[in-house]
């Protein structure tokens, strides 16, 4: 005889996850659930959902670094209910950050003491990072005009098209006006000639760029030094420059040494740098250093006592987590100049062997430069039939996620697929992308051409006159082509060879 019952909710301990009634129904996703489910239930359905993201080690669009040794990683996981912000509480992690701004001031040529202490904080990235160095700038321009009896209502800041979104986002929160150089074709970072022509008695800073986001190129800030000091002479202003080195800023001092855009330069007076970028830290830590302590206004840095003792802080966060903090300290004591400097030469040499297997191809233009951040940005020289956007949709399949984008102002036209080379991205990985990317070329030849909207909106008349199609004509023609093409398909298989 089969005895058979109802299972009861006390039983749902002693079946599989997917045995329970938790993964029959939809996760909620506007309200909190009334009721508890099961821890295990509860990690198993998040992490099964969270497989549909993609591999962050194949996602060559971000510059953030995607793995660390496991003997960092336990550091992080032993420091992550620690709130750096509690500096009484927490002081040797308080120390630890100190300590990489003394060690990344050094590495920038910050003009310090044998013992003097750097000026710059910890940030949770260099967007931060940017908006705490344009305040600084901002505020000192309005107490030189306040002092000089000026107008001080309308600063602006030059800066690239090419410069990342937030610097948009200060010009906007901050009211200050930004100035763009515009780009050209061939030509995809601030020109220092326009943009010191730009430069006016309220101008509160240039921006310069060690890295574009574009294309890695490394902008001239020594010649852009050099113009801004004979312009300020010229006028008697003193215009000074901040150097957005987000990624350029620890690959520079260890493979361009003698590149001068650091505080060696008189009118740098403050640089950003990701630790979670080419800083090899995860996501999210930033720094901020500045010249001296002139060029941090006073009044901008806060003092509390209510977690303990006196605290200065200068910061758009409060509390944060003290792992990655603790995570970069690491980095530096782990590597130190040799490690850092091994690591940026491998990947430097894996971008040359990624840009070299492009380049054999004969279908791409490199855009970007062997001197800058190791990364491959690069163009099809035909794009009539197929373009990057189809590229990089068909990579999918391969596992890779690799960006294609058009350029900012004057240079829209251009269309690029970018590869950023991290530290785990290894040899073997740069020769299977190029393979891969072989394929995705080959099938893309045995495809029709994809249907230009805009050129199938219009049709030549008589005497070159132009006709505009009505939205029924164009929807007939694009379906007419898939049927025609579908057949062609169709009837080809069938033929004996």
Same mark, same amino acid.
């Given at each position: 005889?089969?005895?058979? =019952?109802?299972?009861?909710?006390?039983?749902?301990?002693?079946?599989?996850?997917?045995?329970? $009634?938790?993964?029959?129904?939809?996760?909620?996703?506007?309200?909190?659930?009334?009721?508890?489910?099961?821890?295990?239930?509860?990690?198993?359905?998040?992490?099964?959902?969270?497989?549909?993201?993609?591999?962050?080690?194949?996602?060559?669009?971000?510059?953030?670094?995607?793995?660390?040794?496991?003997?960092?990683? =336990?550091?992080?996981?032993?420091?992550?209910?620690?709130?750096?912000?509690?500096?009484?509480?927490?002081?040797?992690?308080?120390?630890?950050?100190?300590?990489?701004?003394?060690?990344?001031?050094?590495?920038?040529?910050?003009?310090?003491?044998?013992?003097?202490?750097?000026?710059?904080?910890?940030?949770?990235?260099?967007?931060?990072?940017?908006?705490?160095?344009?305040?600084?700038?901002?505020?000192?321009?309005?107490?030189?005009?306040?002092?000089?009896?000026?107008?001080?209502?309308?600063?602006?800041?030059?800066?690239?098209?090419?410069?990342?979104?937030?610097?948009?986002?200060?010009?906007?929160?901050? #009211?200050?006006?930004?100035?763009?150089?515009?780009?050209?074709?061939?030509?995809?970072?601030?020109?220092?000639?326009?943009?010191?022509?730009?430069?006016?008695?309220?101008?509160?800073?240039?921006?310069?760029?060690?890295?574009?986001?574009?294309?890695? #190129?490394?902008?001239?800030?020594?010649?852009?030094?050099?113009?801004?000091?004979?312009?300020?002479?010229?006028?008697?202003?003193?215009?000074?420059?901040?150097?957005?080195?987000?990624?350029?800023?620890?690959?520079?001092?260890?493979?361009?040494?003698?590149?001068?855009?650091?505080?060696?330069?008189?009118?740098?007076?403050?640089?950003?740098?990701?630790?979670? =970028?080419?800083?090899?830290?995860?996501?999210?830590?930033?720094?901020?250093?500045? $010249?001296?302590?002139?060029?941090?206004?006073?009044?901008?840095?806060?003092?509390?006592?209510?977690?303990?003792?006196?605290?200065?802080?200068?910061?758009?966060?409060?509390?944060?987590?003290?792992?990655?903090?603790?995570?970069?300290?690491?980095?530096?004591?782990?590597?130190?100049?040799?490690?850092?400097?091994?690591?940026?030469?491998?990947?430097?040499?894996?971008?040359?062997?990624?840009?070299?297997?492009?380049?054999?191809?004969?279908?791409?233009?490199?855009?970007?430069?062997?001197?800058?951040?190791?990364?491959?940005?690069?163009?099809?020289?035909?794009? $009539?039939?197929?373009?990057?956007?189809?590229?990089?949709?068909?990579?999918?399949?391969?596992?890779?996620?690799?960006?294609?984008?058009?350029?900012?102002?004057?240079?829209?036209?251009?269309?690029?697929?970018?590869?950023?080379?991290?530290?785990?991205?290894?040899?073997?990985?740069?020769?299977?992308?190029?393979?891969?990317?072989?394929?995705?070329?080959?099938?893309?030849?045995?495809?029709?051409?994809?249907?230009?909207?805009?050129?199938?909106?219009? #049709?030549?008349?008589?005497?070159?006159?132009?006709?505009?199609?009505?939205?029924?004509?164009?929807?007939?023609?694009?379906?007419?082509?898939?049927?025609?093409?579908?057949?062609? $398909?169709?009837?080809?298989?069938?033929?004996?060879?």
């Amino acid at each position: 005889m089969v005895l058979s =019952k109802t299972a009861s909710e006390s039983d749902v301990s002693i079946h599989s996850t997917f045995a329970s $009634r938790y993964v029959r129904n939809s996760l909620p996703r506007f309200r909190m659930p009334e009721n508890s489910i099961p821890k295990d239930a509860a990690y198993q359905i998040i992490n099964d959902e969270l497989m549909l993201d993609g591999n962050p080690r194949l996602n060559l669009a971000s510059f953030v670094t995607t793995w660390m040794e496991p003997e960092c990683d =336990k550091l992080i996981m032993d420091a992550v209910n620690k709130n750096y912000v509690d500096m009484d509480e927490y002081p040797v992690t308080t120390e630890l950050q100190n300590r990489c701004v003394n060690m990344i001031a050094h590495l920038f040529n910050a003009p310090l003491k044998e013992s003097e202490a750097a000026v710059g904080v910890g940030t949770v990235g260099s967007s931060e990072a940017i908006m705490l160095a344009g305040l600084a700038f901002k505020r000192k321009w309005q107490n030189k005009r306040k002092a000089e009896g000026k107008p001080f209502d309308k600063p602006n800041i030059v800066t690239g098209a090419n410069v990342q979104v937030c610097w948009e986002k200060f010009a906007r929160y901050f #009211e200050v006006e930004l100035k763009e150089v515009k780009l050209r074709e061939g030509y995809y970072v601030m020109d220092p000639v326009k943009a010191v022509e730009l430069v006016d008695e309220n101008t509160i800073c240039v921006a310069a760029i060690l890295g574009s986001t574009l294309n890695g #190129e490394f902008e001239d800030v020594k010649l852009l030094n050099d113009l801004l000091v004979e312009k300020n002479k010229q006028t008697g202003w003193d215009t000074p420059i901040h150097v957005d080195a987000a990624s350029g800023g620890f690959i520079a001092p260890f493979l361009y040494p003698e590149l001068e855009w650091d505080f060696r330069l008189p009118l740098v007076k403050s640089i950003n740098v990701s630790g979670h =970028k080419y800083g090899l830290v995860y996501a999210g830590i930033g720094w901020i250093i500045w $010249r001296s302590k002139e060029d941090l206004p006073e009044e901008l840095i806060f003092h509390i006592n209510y977690l303990g003792t006196d605290q200065p802080t200068f910061t758009l966060n409060f509390s944060k987590g003290s792992s990655q903090v603790i995570a970069q300290y690491y980095q530096l004591i782990r590597l130190g100049y040799e490690g850092y400097r091994n690591v940026m030469e491998n990947c430097h040499e894996n971008a040359m062997v990624l840009k070299e297997g492009l380049e054999k191809t004969g279908r791409f233009n490199i855009v970007s430069k062997d001197e800058g951040v190791p990364l491959v940005a690069f163009s099809l020289k035909d794009s $009539r039939r197929h373009d990057e956007f189809e590229i990089s949709e068909m990579l999918r399949r391969f596992g890779w996620i690799v960006p294609a984008y058009t350029m900012p102002a004057d240079a829209q036209h251009i269309t690029v697929l970018r590869v950023v080379i991290r530290e785990d991205f290894s040899r073997t990985l740069a020769e299977r992308l190029v393979l891969d990317i072989q394929k995705v070329l080959h099938e893309l030849d045995t495809l029709p051409a994809r249907v230009n909207a805009k050129l199938s909106a219009v #049709e030549n008349g008589k005497n070159g006159t132009v006709i505009k199609k009505t939205e029924m004509e164009k929807q007939r023609e694009i379906t007419d082509f898939w049927k025609k093409y579908v057949m062609e $398909r169709k009837s080809n298989r069938n033929k004996i060879c």
